[in-house]
C-alpha cells in the first residue's frame, strides 16, 4: 500500500489537527465529518490511515496523527504520551528522575502514578504502566511544557517516595539509595522527608534505613514500636527501625552500623 497522502485523506487529517492537535479519538473523527461520510466510510480511513502509519494507535479509540517528518513513528515523548493515555495521572519512577536528569538508561516501561484504572499499554515498544491510587496520595507533582503540552511529572523526592510505596523490590529500593547517595545535593531532604510523613510508617521506616546507611541525616522522620517489612523474603532485622530488610544490603553496612 502506498504511503503517499491523496489530496482528500490529507484535508481530512489537517481539519483533525486544527480542531483537535496531534491526538484524536474516533468519537471526534465521528463527530467532525458525520454529516459529509457515513460511519463505515469512516472507519475504513481510519484503518487505512493506520497502514499507512499517519494514525499512530496509542490506545484504543485514540490516535497520534503523524507529521511529514516522523510518518511512522512517534513524534511525541515519552512524558506526553503517558499523560495523553490518562490525563489524571503522573510521570513518576524512573522516567521523572530521568527528567528531572538523574537516570540515563533506556526505559522499556514508563510509569506514572494514576487516579484511574488503566492496563498497561504498548505503544511502538514502549510500555506505559499506571499505578492507580487516591486523592491522598496524588500530590508532589508539578506541571512543565515539553513538546508544546502541558505534562505532569513527579518532583525527584516524590518519585523515590512512590518507588518506596508503591512498587518495592531490591531493585528499586537499591535505586533509591543510590539516587540519595549519588545526588543528596540535588534532593530537598525537607521536602522528602515531609512526603515520607504523609506516606506510610513503612515507606518512613525503609526511608529511615536508606539513610543511615548513606550518611544522612534521618531528623523529621516518625518511629514507632511496629515492626514492618521491606519486601515479603525479607529476614534480617534492624533493631532501630523495627525494619525487616533484605540481606543483600548488608554489603553497604559499615562495621559501626548497628543493626
Given at each position: 500500500?502506498?504511503?503517499?497522502?491523496n489530496?482528500?485523506?490529507?484535508?481530512?487529517?489537517?481539519?483533525?489537527?486544527?480542531?483537535?492537535g496531534?491526538?484524536?479519538?474516533?468519537?471526534?473523527v465521528?463527530?467532525?465529518?458525520?454529516?459529509?461520510?457515513?460511519?463505515?466510510?469512516?472507519?475504513?480511513?481510519?484503518?487505512?490511515?493506520?497502514?499507512?502509519?499517519?494514525?499512530?494507535?496509542?490506545?484504543?479509540?485514540?490516535?497520534?496523527?503523524?507529521?511529514?517528518?516522523?510518518?511512522?513513528?512517534?513524534?511525541?515523548?515519552q512524558?506526553?504520551?503517558?499523560?495523553?493515555?490518562v490525563?489524571?495521572?503522573?510521570?513518576?519512577?524512573?522516567?521523572?528522575?530521568?527528567?528531572?536528569?538523574?537516570?540515563?538508561?533506556?526505559?522499556a516501561?514508563?510509569?506514572s502514578?494514576?487516579?484511574?484504572?488503566?492496563?498497561?499499554?504498548?505503544?511502538?515498544?514502549?510500555?506505559?504502566k499506571?499505578?492507580?491510587?487516591?486523592?491522598?496520595?496524588?500530590?508532589?507533582?508539578?506541571?512543565?511544557?515539553l513538546?508544546?503540552?502541558?505534562?505532569?511529572?513527579?518532583?525527584?523526592?516524590k518519585?523515590?517516595?512512590?518507588?518506596?510505596?508503591?512498587?518495592?523490590?531490591?531493585?528499586?529500593?537499591?535505586?533509591?539509595?543510590?539516587?540519595?547517595?549519588?545526588?543528596?545535593?540535588?534532593?530537598?531532604?525537607?521536602?522528602l522527608?515531609?512526603?515520607?510523613?504523609?506516606?506510610?510508617?513503612?515507606?518512613?521506616?525503609?526511608?529511615?534505613?536508606?539513610?543511615?546507611?548513606?550518611?544522612?541525616?534521618?531528623?523529621?522522620?516518625?518511629v514507632?514500636?511496629?515492626?514492618?517489612?521491606?519486601?515479603?523474603?525479607?529476614?534480617?532485622?534492624?533493631?532501630?527501625?523495627?525494619?525487616?530488610?533484605?540481606?543483600?544490603?548488608?554489603q553497604?553496612?559499615?562495621?559501626?552500623?548497628?543493626?
Amino acid at each position: 500500500m502506498s504511503t503517499i497522502l491523496n489530496q482528500k485523506e490529507a484535508e481530512l487529517l489537517n481539519s483533525l489537527v486544527i480542531k483537535y492537535g496531534d491526538i484524536v479519538s474516533i468519537d471526534q473523527v465521528y463527530t467532525e465529518f458525520d454529516q459529509y461520510y457515513s460511519k463505515v466510510w469512516l472507519k475504513k480511513f481510519v484503518s487505512k490511515m493506520l497502514q499507512k502509519g499517519w494514525l499512530i494507535r496509542l490506545k484504543r479509540g485514540q490516535y497520534l496523527i503523524s507529521n511529514l517528518d516522523t510518518r511512522g513513528y512517534l513524534s511525541l515523548s515519552q512524558y506526553a504520551i503517558a499523560n495523553a493515555l490518562v490525563k489524571e495521572s503522573y510521570v513518576s519512577f524512573g522516567l521523572a528522575l530521568q527528567y528531572h536528569g538523574m537516570f540515563d538508561q533506556l526505559l522499556a516501561t514508563a510509569t506514572s502514578v494514576s487516579l484511574k484504572r488503566q492496563q498497561t499499554v504498548l505503544v511502538q515498544n514502549t510500555k506505559y504502566k499506571y499505578i492507580y491510587t487516591t486523592g491522598k496520595f496524588f500530590y508532589g507533582w508539578s506541571a512543565q511544557r515539553l513538546d508544546d503540552r502541558e505534562i505532569r511529572v513527579a518532583s525527584v523526592e516524590k518519585a523515590l517516595i512512590d518507588m518506596l510505596l508503591f512498587y518495592r523490590t531490591t531493585h528499586s529500593i537499591d535505586l533509591v539509595l543510590e539516587k540519595l547517595s549519588n545526588y543528596h545535593q540535588q534532593i530537598d531532604f525537607n521536602l522528602l522527608i515531609k512526603y515520607a510523613t504523609l506516606s506510610t510508617i513503612t515507606v518512613q521506616k525503609i526511608l529511615g534505613f536508606l539513610l543511615d546507611i548513606a550518611g544522612l541525616d534521618t531528623q523529621g522522620l516518625q518511629v514507632n514500636d511496629s515492626v514492618v517489612r521491606m519486601t515479603a523474603k525479607s529476614d534480617v532485622f534492624n533493631a532501630r527501625w523495627g525494619l525487616y530488610y533484605d540481606a543483600y544490603f548488608n554489603q553497604y553496612l559499615g562495621k559501626n552500623y548497628e543493626y
